[in-house]
């Protein structure tokens, strides 16, 4: 049990862990793919605004702002470095006596600015250098290569068709070496040279940088899984280790009680059935007692081997004896100890059993049907029938279902997840008393103990139905 919980602790720790790995990791490929992909289309803009100049056509606005956003995003926003003014204009315009203040301001400005004109040609020549121009006519055709490499796709028909008709087109292509380009398409406004300049910039680099951040993200998200699963496995073994040892030690306390207990009852019951043997018979109230005494003597001893058993199940020590067995026999005898008794509470009891074998310990499975027979018989009025009916597999090596139907009060949908707990009072649950709440939770144990399943079906007022699977014996 405890291992089990040990397992679901690690399990959320690492998954914990592996979500926030991944988050932060996929923020940071997000991010960077992001980046790229504004870079490179303000690139493709800025660099169509120098193609516009070279060619002296009027800029369309769009690419107006573009040029300037691209400026603002490198920090370059600074206007181009004035020209230093001569000595014979400044002596026009200012005195002598102010002519070496403003030289020297006037070259800190010059300074200034050129020193920013060159980061930015060093930026702007780094990030457009693998940009290509193809300068095309209305059939697409390519006029001339301004490039000093050739371009790696010829132009793009469709781009060329969008842009004409609506000013401009971008859009990613990919070449017939499956690597992806990102075109940009402009129209150009003069009447003129060519009709459409098309733009292009090969993303092999940056998806090649992608891919490997991509495998180190895994990589990492891997080694630190497995580093937070190892932590988380010490972790969680020392957040159980206590409860562990106050569960060890209450069971050890049950089953030393249980054992203890065994001796007194025993002694009390041979006892009251000496002093009943020796009461005489018109003595009535005085054998009445007595009976009495034998009675919760025999329900003491039922409770004490029930909790011993409980205990060995939950340490997993109990021992069993698994063989082959006959549902036919194991059903039938159960059915003619416990028919008398349903006889005798005007109630009716069917069984029926095909001629299949279960893998089972015959002496829990025993147990098994009488806890289940038991639960019904208690929970079915004057007048109900309580039927016991095995359905052979409808395949070979699949499990054999024994299902107990009774036509009693039935349980409430809230209480049926729970009738299977130790100490849950099914009884409570159904309207009646006397149920220390054990049975069905050994019974759940000991069919769990054979490889099998349990579980209960039940609709209020109309009757409950019991079920367990269990291995078929070939």
């Known amino acids: 049990m405890f291992r089990g919980l040990r397992l679901r602790l690690t399990l959320i720790y690492s998954a914990a862990a592996l979500a ?121 055709r390519l006029l001339f290569d301004p490039n000093a490499a050739t371009p790696p796709i010829p132009p793009d028909a ?39 300049l098309q733009l292009g910039r090969v993303l092999g680099d940056q998806e090649f940088i992608l891919s490997q951040m991509l495998t180190g993200i895994l990589a990492l998200s891997a080694i630190g899984t497995a580093m937070i699963g190892g932590l988380s496995w010490w972790l969680a073994g020392r957040a159980v280790r206590p409860a562990h040892a106050a569960w060890d030690r209450q069971q050890n306390f049950v089953a030393g009680a249980s054992h203890e207990l065994r001796t007194p009852l025993t002694l009390m019951r041979a006892s009251a059935e000496v002093a009943l043997r020796l009461t005489p018979a018109a003595e009535s109230e005085q054998r009445e007692l007595l009976g009495d005494v034998l009675r919760e003597t025999d329900h003491m001893s039922h409770l004490v081997d029930d909790l011993l058993t409980l205990t060995r199940l939950d340490a997993g020590h109990l021992s069993l004896e698994r063989k082959t067995v006959a549902l036919a026999d194991a059903i039938g005898e159960v059915g003619r100890q416990v028919g008398r008794l349903a006889t005798e509470r005007g109630l009716t009891l069917q069984v029926e059993a095909p001629p299949s074998q279960v893998f089972a310990d015959p002496i829990r499975l025993r147990q098994i049907l009488l806890i289940l027979l038991d639960n ?79 579980g209960a079906e039940s609709v209020l007022g109309r009757g409950t139905t019991l079920w367990l699977t269990l291995p078929t014996a070939p």
């Open 376 to 454: 019904a018989l208690r929970h079915t009025p004057k007048g109900g029938s309580v039927t016991v009916i095995a359905r052979p597999p409808a395949q070979a090596n699949a499990l054999t279902r024994i299902e107990v139907r009774d036509s009693g009060v039935g349980i409430a949908p809230e209480h049926l997840p729970h009738i299977f707990e130790h100490f849950y009072r099914a009884d409570q649950a159904r309207g009646a008393s006397g149920n220390a709440g054990l049975g069905l939770a050994i019974a759940h144990g000991l069919v769990h103990a054979m490889g099998g399943q349990i």
């Open 20 to 140: 926030l790995v991944t988050l932060v990791g996929g923020g940071v490929y997000l991010l960077l793919d992001r980046y790229f992909r504004q870079s490179t289309d303000l690139a493709l803009q800025h660099k169509m605004v120098h193609e516009f100049a070279l060619l002296d056509a009027p800029l369309p606005p769009a690419l107006a702002t573009a040029d300037q956003d691209w400026s603002i995003a490198r920090g370059f926003a600074a206007p181009p470095p004035l020209p230093t003014p001569t000595r014979s204009s400044r002596d026009a315009e200012h005195g002598d006596d102010e002519e070496h203040g403003d030289e020297g301001d006037n070259e800190h400005q010059s300074t200034s600015s050129q020193s920013r004109g060159v980061q930015a040609d060093l930026a702007f020549n780094a990030e457009l250098s693998s940009i290509f121009v193809m300068p095309l006519d209305t059939s697409g």
């Open 158 to 196: 469709d781009a060329l068709a969008q842009a004409l008709a609506g000013g401009a087109d971008l859009r990613t292509v990919t070449d017939s070496a499956g690597q992806h380009i990102r075109l940009l398409t402009y129209k150009l406004t003069r009447s003129d040279g060519p009709v459409a």
